[in-house]
């Protein structure tokens, strides 16, 4: 069967609608949207291509193979959730920007070149920003600014990218690409930010925080992900991404333990499991490959069902910072237990979904030895559990009693929060149906006696160094604070240096205005002393001395003529 109609213009116009429709008929359409959408791409057989010429330039919008086949269906099970999610929205522009949010990550995969991507890749950013302005605070205006700016940025880069491989003679298909010249080293660093790059990652710990309590639940399943698809395709087996994917692994750990907002401490989390698909990407075996798409999939269903969790706190209370909550267990008890499924999933307890991906990148640092980064991967992995599968739940819902009494979430956010659950709890117990998606053949069993062995002990001793740290009173405290990230160079620093710089300037033009006005002033003075109404040459001479000078004047022109 012939591809007819791309699943991108699906979603498209899905969100032309919305904005005519209200009431049940709205939510028909949101419902119907990505359901209509999987049941077309589902008709499309492996290996279909849509072809497209325009200006000369052989373009290929939809492009079905393994890899693409897995992130749509991802993505149309990641717009399904989040849309059951947030069917109390009653603000149009939400509902449409996640629309077309969701139909351009789903365009952008599906992508068979280089030109349709970043056409996508802008779109991403464009209609993304609208859920985090929607919370219409001024601190979600200045984040989402800042976000935009980044993410054209990002856009920037990939399209000089493109545009310079094209003059070399590299053409716009969207196949490997590999480190080997200006145009990738443009396009690896556009893939980067949005995989949120050491150094090139704050704008996720910006914007998501700020985003609407339903905005975040799209934000966290698309951006990064589209990101991790497009290193896989283009830079799998690129030996750099293993050590900047350890890397990411490792810092945000840090971060999220001391940070008091828990949709921030998540947003720390997604860099740290972005970390491990990254590494996986980077040593580009069949079965790194596996495991670091599998992790991207399980990672949007946990992450999702985490980052609902605190939507539907933030929602019934108004916050979401750990100092300022506890207790909610009491109030809100179906919310606690579905943000510990999604604690276990994140932590890779066995039979939840975060093990049977993770503990196949892992497996596949140790087959290429790289024991260090595999050192690192294990600490990573016992962070994760600390500032994620104990933090989250832990402040939220027992800590202390914060004395709030709530409703619990409303039944279609309970519901949204349960399909996530039962996908992760579903993949972890049989993952064999999501490893029959995966791009290459699996021979891996995740359930072997020394995976499940050592991924209990570390858990086990992870929960007591926690247990001992807060009796002990040497775990950090929930505080209101800032933390200071490398976004203190642009946020703080360079705003000081350009101020400190047109200060400098000011002061030296005022030096230079004052002195050249006293130049000019004691010249107008000589020149008032010579030539004035008093001056020397206002004066009368005699006509003996003026004949003589100029009969001298006369004999020297005669003798420059002569000579």
Excluded at 414 to 441: D, F, H, K, T
Aim: aromatic share 12%; hydrophobic share 55%.
């Amino acid at each position: 069967m012939g591809i007819d109609v791309p699943p991108f213009l699906i979603f498209y116009l899905a969100a032309l609608l919305v904005t005519v429709v209200h009431g049940r008929v709205r939510s028909l359409v949101l419902l119907g949207t990505p359901i209509v959408s999987a049941l077309l791409m589902l008709s499309w057989s492996m290996g279909e291509r849509m072809t497209l010429d325009m200006m000369g330039l052989g373009l290929s919008p939809v492009r079905i193979d393994a890899l693409s086949r897995l992130f749509g269906i991802l993505f149309h099970l990641a717009a399904f959730i989040g849309i059951v999610f947030a069917l109390h929205v009653r603000d149009t522009v939400q509902h449409a920007a996640s629309l077309v949010y969701a139909g351009s990550a789903i365009g952008a995969v599906f992508a068979g070149d280089l030109l349709t991507l970043f056409l996508f890749w802008e779109m991403l950013a464009v209609s993304s920003v609208f859920l985090i302005w929607a919370r219409r605070t001024p601190r979600a205006l200045a984040s989402g600014l800042r976000y935009l700016i980044i993410q054209v940025v990002s856009g920037l880069l990939l399209l000089a990218g493109v545009l310079i491989g094209v003059s070399d003679g590299r053409g716009l298909e969207f196949d490997h690409i590999g480190l080997d010249g200006m145009a990738s080293w443009l396009i690896f660093i556009a893939f980067g930010i949005k995989a949120g790059f050491p150094l090139l990652h704050n704008w996720l710990t910006d914007a998501y925080p700020e985003a609407t309590p339903t905005g975040t639940v799209f934000l966290s399943a698309f951006t990064t992900k589209v990101a991790i698809y497009a290193l896989a395709r283009g830079f799998p087996g690129t030996e750099l991404l293993v050590y900047i994917g350890a890397v990411m692994t490792c810092f945000p750990i840090f971060y999220a333990v001391i940070e008091n907002d828990l949709r921030r401490v998540l947003t720390y989390s997604m860099i740290n499991q972005l970390g491990f698909m990254v590494c996986g990407i980077g040593l580009g075996t069949a079965l790194a490959i596996n495991g670091a798409v599998a992790h991207a999939f399980n990672d949007v269903l946990f992450k999702g069902l985490l980052m609902m969790s605190m939507g539907a706190v933030l929602y019934r209370t108004g916050r979401i910072n750990g100092s300022e909550l506890g207790g909610l267990y009491k109030s809100m008890p179906k919310t606690a237990a579905l943000c510990a499924v999604g604690a276990a999933s994140i932590s890779a307890f066995p039979l939840f979904s975060g093990f049977v991906s993770k503990s196949m990148v892992m497996t596949a640092t140790l087959d290429e030895g790289h024991q260090w980064v595999w050192l690192m991967l294990l600490f990573a992995s016992a962070g994760v559990f600390h500032h994620a599968g104990i933090k989250i739940p832990f402040f939220a819902f027992f800590s202390h009693d914060s004395g709030m009494r709530t409703e619990e979430a409303p039944r279609h956010m309970l519901i949204a929060m349960s399909l996530g659950a039962a996908l992760c709890v579903g993949i972890g117990s049989y993952p064999w149906p999501l490893y029959a998606l995966l791009p290459n053949a699996v021979d891996y069993s995740p359930f072997d006696a020394t995976h499940v062995i050592a991924q209990l002990q570390l858990l086990f001793f992870s929960a007591l160094a926690f247990a001992w740290l807060k009796l002990s009173g040497i775990y950090p405290p929930e505080l209101p604070s800032v933390n200071i990230d490398s976004e203190w160079v642009y946020r703080r620093l360079a705003p000081r240096l350009v101020h400190a710089a047109v200060s400098a300037t000011r002061r030296l033009d005022h030096v230079l205005r004052d002195a050249l006005t006293e130049v000019a002033g004691r010249g107008a003075g000589l020149f008032g002393h010579s030539h004035g109404a008093t001056g020397t040459m206002a004066q009368t001479w005699p006509i003996g001395p003026m004949l003589l000078l100029v009969v001298a004047l006369l004999g020297l022109a005669l003798l420059y003529g002569y000579v």
